[in-house]
């Protein structure tokens, strides 16, 4: 196993241990607000860490252009459903409804 | 146990469980849930089933399930717009007999 | 140049449902005479080259077969497409008077109507099974479509049901042909009848198509979505739906049975089709007897009377051959003239109740005689063609000692004669003090001449016999294969 | 010994989401777990070696008809709001024995069509070699669009009957009733100016890649139709009463063109459908790519036709 492997394989394996994380706390965290932060904070990361992983293993800069441009594209689908989703919820606490 | 008898028995799966969802689902959405599972099951099938042709998977029955996906998808589109009408003009989203209905 | 008449039957109707999405209210009427008009000077060469060369085929996208698509044509789907072509003129003269063109409602109707008809041509023509399940489906939408316009939920609830059933339908069907290309290579179906084997696998196949293919065409004990569907459609509707749309399910079983499975000699299971054709015959007629109203005495007339084509397996020969197509293309006329006088009557009346029909022969004379000249070629009394029909049917059952099939025939006949007597009973002989006197809105004329029209046809088919029962001769497989 | 591993758990996590979706409590749920049946689906066809599949499933199975099902969900709740807390299953005893026996003859008939050594089809060697003189490298886009078009054709003949059946149906208050004016949220304007222009980016990549390798119309024109969907619940297209002509011109667009090239070969004496070269597949697939957008948007707009809204 080459430097890079390992070093890939780690990056992988701290990746899935983000998004656990964040499942856990999706699944645990008692309000949608923190449940969000959770997902969105943990799961980025996660991203983060699994793309640079994979773009190790790929070893093409075009792979890891690509790889680079998912973990933007993600970035920016999970800002905007966490906004939509957290700007829901506090219309719906301030018109008296529970979350 | 090769892959593809394992996608035939995940197929074989399926089909069983969307026909118990049609049997047992009375919500129109559920029985399209069904449907489409059950579509999914022999699309599988489909391609699982074709020899492969020098180590490399046969093109017709995946064109021909492509083509299956999309009829799908258009038959589904339609019986949920004409499952909200129902719903809006007889205020139920099953099949469920009204007993006023006919004579 | 035969292929270009070919291409237009299919590509007139499906390029004018475009136009009429596209082009100005004013010229929907123009268009749609302008891809109608032609269809039956299409199909004119097209009867001469098949009563001459008895057979055309041709290669699409300039493939042969196992990887392209080809289109074959025949007596058998030569007759059908006269049929849906007559259909399409005669009932759209009905419907055209309903659904004005230029109007909104006109713009939802038409362009489903040309698709119904163009996916219909398409698949009288195919000669592959997977594109046969696409123009299956094409048909099965568009159809469909055409109940839902009648908006009741009556109307949305028989749509829905039948729309899962079909959906379910089609994948079996789907099912079937995946196993066919697995085990034989192609989707010709006259290549395989050439190269499929009799074998588990391929038997498989075929009862998986023949139930899909069953489901969609309303053979008992799979009717249940029928009555109610073409029931509560719009009378227009019903007629093709009743006169063709089924039918054509049939015509695949047929081309699947007698081409594709053509020397596997399957005894048994063509008993067992055909008495679901007896028990289709006997169910249909009994619950046609006690109907109420009017329009579901007719839809279960068409469960009755589809059972007639599943005699065609048990007495497998050319005179069951001979008489079963024949009474596809009289009941075809028949039924479309029922139900467009029943659509007409129910407009004028605002209720098909039999109860409220007493007396109508003095107040609507054009769609009560079309009613009772239909009724004559479906109780298969002569000169008609359903009378054609019927007496071939008994005569291949004589030929081959088949007693319990020409009882089945003569009864069938009976109880038709039965539930159409008590409806024309009700019209003609009660006298009008009986029935409810509410104002009756006139049906347009156009439409009832339509259904008289269908009717004098349905009649009139009787008297054209010899040439057709020519040509199926030349087309039977049966013939090919001594 | 990986690789099976890897589709033991895709299979397994198909039965079980099936499962769920089945007979979960609330509709909702079984909404967003068919969509995530739809996403593992596209992985299991990944690995059958099916990646023209894995595309459509992800753009068309799961996304089309995920989004489809949300709208008729929110229609639905719309009229009435108890939607997802009434029964929806109902007991029977025949269920169980009928569901087994019906996978039970799946599976015995696809593991004894499995089993059987077989030569490689027909019709697929015939694929393999008219493919190396055609000039496409995708023998799937062969298929659909050289061999087999007329399937292809009525397909969009389907989609357009599936569309206008549908429009039979639609209630017109949608049109009538204008999204009600909420203040746009500043976030989705930014998210439309960036992935508006990169949707069209990618469906562009799709449709042309699809000659060569994975992809083709009906998924570019699913991924294409994504961002309509968006613009629509951004409120900037808005659905509207009438057919008008542009909306019109793009539902037609793809089965008119098709067929005209179709049958205008047949002046040069070519085979019906005989396409005359690459460049009419191209031209093909985008016209098809644009009439699949525009079906689709147009029914997940249950409407006829679309108009501006304020932006």
């Given amino acids: 196993m080459s430097t890079t492997e390992v070093l890939a ?51 093409s800069w075009r792979a890891a252009a690509l790889l680079g441009t998912i973990w933007l594209l993600g970035l920016l689908a999970a800002t905007v459903s966490a906004h939509l989703i957290a700007r829901h919820a506090r219309a719906r606490h301030f018109n008296g409804g529970e979350q | 146990m090769s892959s593809t008898a394992l996608y035939v028995l995940v197929a074989a799966g399926l089909f069983g469980i969307g026909v118990y969802g049609l049997i047992i689902a009375s919500h129109l959405l559920r029985k399209l849930f069904a449907i489409n599972i059950m579509g999914n099951a022999i699309f599988v099938l489909m391609v699982a089933a074709s020899a492969p042709l020098d180590g490399r998977p046969d093109a017709v029955p995946q064109a021909l399930v492509l083509t299956g996906i999309v009829i799908a998808v258009s038959a589904t589109a339609f019986a949920l717009a004409l499952m909200v009408q129902l719903y809006r003009v007889t205020g139920q989203a099953s099949l469920e007999e009204d007993p006023t209905e006919d004579d | 140049m035969t292929e270009a008449l070919l291409a237009a039957l299919v590509f007139l109707p499906l390029l004018g449902a475009c136009l009429l999405l596209l082009a100005p209210s004013s010229w929907r009427a123009t268009i749609l005479l302008a891809v109608t008009v032609p269809l039956p000077f299409c199909l004119l060469p097209l009867t001469l080259l098949i009563a001459d060369a008895g057979l055309f085929e041709m290669t699409l996208a300039g493939h042969p077969a196992p990887l392209g698509i080809r289109w074959r044509l025949d007596a058998l789907s030569l007759l059908i497409l006269w049929l849906n072509v007559s259909l399409m003129i005669l009932v759209g003269l009905a419907a055209g008077a309903r659904f004005a063109p230029a109007s909104d409602v006109g713009l939802r109707f038409w362009p489903l109507w040309l698709l119904l008809a163009g996916g219909i041509h398409a698949l009288l023509l195919s000669a592959d099974l997977f594109n046969l399940y696409v123009t299956l489906e094409l048909v099965t939408l568009a159809g469909i479509g055409l109940i839902a316009t009648g908006g009741s939920g009556a109307a949305l609830r028989a749509a829905m049901r039948y729309l899962l059933l079909a959906l379910m339908a089609s994948l079996l ?44 065409s309303a053979i008992f004990p799979l009717h249940a979505w029928l009555p109610a569907a073409h029931g509560n459609a719009p009378g227009p509707v019903s007629a093709m739906l009743s006169a063709i749309v089924v039918k054509v399910s049939l015509y695949i079983i047929w081309r699947l049975w007698f081409w594709t499975a053509g020397d596997w ?53 050319l005179l069951a051959w001979q008489a079963a197509s024949y009474h596809l293309i009289a009941h075809g006329l028949a039924k479309a003239a029922l139900f467009v006088a029943a659509g007409n009557i129910l407009a004028s009346l605002g209720s098909d109740r039999l109860r409220r029909l007493a007396g109508l022969d003095q ?64 019209t003609c002989f009660h006298p009008r003090s009986h029935g409810h006197s509410t104002r009756l809105r006139e049906p347009p004329t156009l439409a009832s001449l339509a259904g008289l029209l269908l009717a004098l046809a349905a009649i009139a088919l009787g008297f054209a016999s010899a040439p057709i029962l020519a040509l199926l001769e030349a087309a039977w497989p049966g013939a090919m294969t001594p | 010994m990986t690789d099976l591993a890897v589709d033991v758990l895709i299979g397994a996590g198909l039965l079980a989401l099936a499962w769920q979706t089945i007979i979960g409590k609330s509709l909702f749920r079984g909404i967003v777990l068919f969509v995530v049946f739809g996403l593992t689906m596209a992985l299991a066809w990944a690995r059958m070696g099916a990646p023209d599949l894995a595309l459509a499933e992800a753009a068309i199975g799961a996304g089309v008809t995920g989004a489809l099902m949300l709208v008729a969900f929110r229609r639905l709740v719309r009229i009435r709001p108890e939607q997802s807390a009434q029964p929806a299953l109902r007991r029977s005893r025949l269920a169980l024995p009928v569901a087994v026996l019906a996978g039970s003859l799946v599976a015995v008939i696809g593991l ?127 659905p509207a009463a009438g057919l008008s ?23 040069f004496g070519a085979p019906l459908l005989a396409l005359p070269g690459l460049w009419a597949v191209y031209l093909i697939e985008t016209a098809m790519m644009l009439s699949i957008a525009m079906t689709l948007v147009l029914l997940f707009a249950g409407a006829s036709g679309l108009r501006r809204g304020s932006p």
């Avoid at chain 4, 222009?197 to 699809?210: D, K, N, R, V």
Wanted: hydrophobic fraction near 60%.
């Fill in chain 1, 9 to 59: 394989a780690a990056l992988l394996l701290a990746g899935g241990l983000f998004y656990l994380a964040g499942t856990v706390g999706l699944l645990r965290f008692p309000d949608v607000y923190s449940r969000l932060h959770a997902l969105t904070k943990a799961d980025n990361l996660g991203l983060l860490l699994v793309c640079s992983g994979l773009s190790l293993l790929a070893g």
């Fill in chain 3, 173 to 216: 069907y789907l099912l079937g042909v995946g196993l066919v290309y697995a085990e034989a290579g192609t989707l010709d179906l006259y290549q395989l009848g050439e190269t499929l084997e009799p074998g588990l696998l391929p038997a498989t196949a075929l009862v998986l198509m023949l139930a899909g293919l069953l489901v969609k």
């Fill in chain 3, 265 to 317: 000699q399957l005894p048994a299971p063509g008993l067992l089709l055909g008495l679901l054709g007896a028990g289709a015959i006997l169910y249909g007629s009994a619950l046609a007897l006690v109907q109420k109203r009017l329009k579901m005495v007719v839809a279960y007339s068409t469960v009755a009377q589809l059972g007639y084509l599943m005699l065609i397996f048990p007495l497998s020969g």
């Fill in chain 3, 363 to 426: 107040r609507l004379p054009m769609d009560v005689f079309a009613l009772a000249l239909a009724s004559v070629s479906l109780m298969g009394l002569p000169p008609s063609g359903g009378f054609v029909g019927k007496w071939l049917f008994l005569r291949a059952a004589y030929e081959q000692n088949a007693w319990g099939w020409m009882a089945l025939v003569a009864l069938g006949g009976l109880l038709a004669a039965a539930y159409l007597f008590r409806v024309l009973a009700l």
């Fill in chain 4, 112 to 238: 004894a069509v499995v089993a059987v050594e077989r030569d490689p089809a027909v019709a697929g060697q015939a694929v393999a070699q008219a493919l190396t003189d055609s000039g496409l490298g995708n023998p799937i886009t062969g298929v659909l669009l050289l061999y087999r078009n007329l399937d292809t054709l009525l397909e969009v003949a389907v989609l357009l009957a599936a569309f206008l059946a549908a429009r039979t149906v639609f209630g017109e208050d949608e049109a009538r009733s204008p999204t009600p004016s909420r203040r746009e949220v500043p976030l989705v304007g930014a998210l439309l100016a960036i992935i508006v222009p990169l949707t069209i980016l990618i469906a562009t990549h799709l449709l042309l890649a699809g000659s060569r390798e994975p992809g083709g119309a009906f998924q570019a024109g699913a991924v294409l139709a994504a961002s309509g969907v968006l613009l629509v619940l951004a409120g900037r297209l808005q």
């Fill in chain 4, 245 to 267: 002509s542009w909306p019109a011109l793009g539902l037609t667009l793809g089965l008119m063109l098709f067929s005209l090239i179709g049958l205008a070969v047949m002046a």
